[in-house]
C-alpha cells in the first residue's frame, strides 16, 4: 500500500495589509494590546473584487506549478473554509469551475480551524487505498468582511486575517516517508463557544433584520475557554501524534501549529517538551487564518530550509466546534 505524500504546498494572501495602528482608527483597542495578547502585529485583509475562491485559485495554481503538475492532473478537491462565499453550493465547486476542471469530486469541509487536518485525513485515506491519486487541498478564509470592525467586535476583530494555503498530495511507495498518521476529535458540547449563530435554517425566519440588528451575524467567542481549551487539546493530540508513532519529542524537526494566538503557541510549545527552534511561527504577519493557517505556515516553513527529507514534521490546529487534531509526517 502507498504512502501518502505533500507533492507541494503554495499560498496567497491579499495585498492589502492592515497594522495594529490602522485596527487603532476603527475602535478603541491599541498595537500594544493586540501584540501582548496575541503576538499579531499585521494581518491582510481582501478589497472589493477579492473572493475566498480568488484566494484559494492563486495558492493552488501557485502549488500546482511548484508541483510540476496542471490543473487536470488533479482527480479530487477538498476545500476547507467556515468562511464560504455563499451559502450553497460549497466553495469546492467554485474552485474547480476556476481550475477549469469538470466532473472530479468536490469536496468542502466544514472544521474551522482544524479544517486542514481534517481535509487531510481524509485525503490520506483516499490516497492509501487508491480512490484517488492527487488531490488538491486548499484551506482558504475570508475574515475581514464578517468582523465586526467596531469596539463591540474588537475582541475577534483584532484576531483574524484573510488568506489561502494549498497542498498537492499524492501517492509514494511506503519507504517510511509520508504521512504516519491523523488523528481528529470534536466536542460538540462547547459549540457556541465560538460561532456565528445566524443567518441559518436554525431560525424561522432565517434572517431578518433584527437578527442583523442583534449582530448575530457575527462569530462571537468565549475567548478565553476558547485559550483553555486549544492549550489543552493541542499538545493532547500532538503527544497521541507522537505516541500512534513510537516517537519522542525529541524527533520532532518542526511543528507546524494552527496559528491562533502566539500565546495559545507557546503554551502548546511547553506542554509539548519542545525547543523554539521545533516549532514554526508567522501569526505576527497573518493573523489567525483559520483553515489556511497550517498550508501558509508550512509553506513559508519549506521556502525557508526548515523540512528536510527524512525529517519529522508534526502538524497540530484547534478550533470552533469545538474541534482539533494532528497529523504526523515524514517527510
Ligand atoms: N483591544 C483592547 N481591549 C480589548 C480588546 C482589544 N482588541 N478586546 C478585548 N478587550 C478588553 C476587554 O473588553 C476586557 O476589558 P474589561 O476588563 O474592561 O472588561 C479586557 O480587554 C480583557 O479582556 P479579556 O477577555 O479578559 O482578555 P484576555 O486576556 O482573556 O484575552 C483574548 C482575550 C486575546 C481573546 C484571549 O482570550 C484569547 O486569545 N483567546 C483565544 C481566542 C482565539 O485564539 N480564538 C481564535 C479562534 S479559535 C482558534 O483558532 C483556536
Redo the contacts with the bound molecule.
Sequence with gaps: MSRTAFLSTGFHVPARLVTNDDLAQL????DE??VQ??GIKTRYWVDTGETGVGLAREASQKALAKAGLSASDIDCIIYCTCTPDHFEPGNGVFLQRELGLTDIPAVDVRNQ?SGFIYGLSIADAWIRTGQYQNILLVGAEVHSRGLDKTTRG??T???FGDGAGAAVLGPIDDDGRGVLSTHIFADGRHAEK?WVDGPGLAHDPYVSVEMLEQGLHRAV?D??D??KF?SLKMPESVAIALAANRLTPADVKLLVP?Q??L??IEMVQKAAGLRDDQVYNNIQKYG?T?AASIPIALDEALAAGRLKQGDILVLTA???GFTWGSAAIRW
Excluded at 475602535?27 to 491599541?30: A, E, F, L, P, V
Design positions: 475602535m478603541d483597542t491599541s494590546w493586540i495578547r496575541s480551524c474588537r475582541d476583530a483584532v484576531l465560538l467567542m475567548g478565553r476558547v485559550f486549544a494552527h491562533a494566538n500565546r495559545i489567525n483559520t484547534f478550533g470552533s
